[in-house]
């Protein structure tokens, strides 16, 4: 199968152009018209992941490997030097960022990982109707994304309305209707502020809640009779 069959299939899955105007989403690496015979799901791309793959592979990625302009090919700095090695065994790259984590990510984390049912949802966001004791949630939640602990601003002892966000999603913080937010990348300045306007969060981690972007989009593509391999990534961080 070509690579613009699958391209076309994923942007009806999950359209391309629902992407943010900052992202880079869509075909990265490789040519529309090449012939492929092993799909590769995974959150991100690293080294040992080249290296497992076949050659004229298809790797289907969350992040983008190339983010903002490249100015440069110096194979001896990131992501040079994973595009170098790609190119080499002609494996080819997708990302599906913002696209998915609108029309799939979110969605499938709130209701088959948390098991809510969404009460609302407003593009990144979705909004879960809890009404739970906040440490019994926490602990619930932390232990849901295979966290140690739960990494929290608690501003009350029950939680009645919880926002969602996979990834990284900080910056939507003043935007919501929740006294609790669930997001990713949760940074000192964002405790304080959410610890100022009196909404409890907790810290989901990034890799921790977007690693399932693989196991969803698989069940789509074996719909298309290709092998669909998952071989996601490794999280780069170590919990000692």
Partial sequence: MKILDIY????????????????????????????VGQVVLSIDVDEALIESLEENALLITHHPLIFGGLKQLEFSKYPSNLIQKMIRKNISNIAMHTNFDQTHLNEYVATEVLGYKIAQKDGFVAYLDVDEDFDTFAKKISKAFG???????????????????????????????????????????????????????????????????????????????????????QNPFTYI
């Fill in 8 to 35: 076309n299939f994923l942007d009806t899955l999950s359209p391309f152009e629902l992407q943010e105007s900052w992202d880079n989403s869509g075909l990265l690496l490789g040519d529309f018209s090449q012939d």
């Fill in 147 to 233: 966290l140690s602990h739960a990494r929290c601003v608690k501003c009350s002892d029950r939680v009645k309305r919880v926002a969602l966000t996979t990834g990284s999603g900080c910056s939507l913080m003043r935007s919501l209707d929740a006294d609790c937010f669930l997001t990713g990348d949760v940074k000192y300045h964002d405790a304080m502020e959410a610890k100022s306007i009196k909404m409890s969060l907790i810290d989901i981690g990034h890799y921790e809640s977007e690693h399932f972007f693989a196991q969803i989009l698989q069940t789509h593509l074996k719909n298309l009779g290709l092998e669909v391999i998952i071989s996601s990534s």
